[in-house]
């Protein structure tokens, strides 16, 4: 492993990180920004995944409408009901989920699409920086171990030295 630990100090040169400490805060650092923009990027798959489920129960709610009137308009009748029995539960579907969502006026599809739209722009634009700082993480992450290999410390030694040096 003679090239690998010459490529760590190499690399660590370039860096600018000789310092053991330096390259554990770094390393936190980045590992820190890593998982907040893993987070970021699953809350809005999250509100993407929101988005689209309720685009559904709206053109659902919009094309089950004038059966629903017609149905109320016919004193919830019984006959009525079984006719048309699939679009009512499919109205009726989707005011529970409006009301889950505690919605007073519905949004209306335009404005769900462009703001579905931004979402999966940020999205992109954060995937690519997400990207960069994964890699940068695990190759940080890597000389880190490789210089803790070669000064003999084992990870609760070098937790150890980094909460006393903070201290």
């Keep these: 492993n003679l090239k690998q630990m010459a490529q760590t100090i190499n690399y660590l040169r370039e860096q600018g990180l000789l310092d053991l400490a330096e390259l554990q805060r770094k390393t936190a650092d980045i590992t820190a920004k890593y998982h907040d923009l893993s987070e970021r990027i699953k809350s809005m798959e999250t509100r993407i995944k929101e988005i689209g489920e309720m685009k559904t129960q709206i053109i659902a709610y919009m094309r089950t409408r004038e059966v629903y009137d017609g149905y109320k308009k016919s004193g919830y009748s019984r006959a009525y009901y079984t006719e048309h029995e699939g679009e009512i539960l499919k109205h009726k579907a989707a005011q529970k989920a409006f009301d889950e969502c505690h919605l007073r006026k519905l949004p209306t599809v335009q404005s769900l699409n462009a703001e579905y739209t931004e979402l999966v722009r940020q999205k992109k634009a954060m995937y690519a920086e997400y990207s960069s700082v994964r890699g940068e993480m695990r190759e940080l992450l ?25 201290n």
């Design 142 to 166: 890597i000389h880190k171990s490789n210089v803790e290999r070669i000064l003999g410390i084992d990870e609760n030694e070098a937790k150890k030295q980094t909460e006393q040096e903070r």
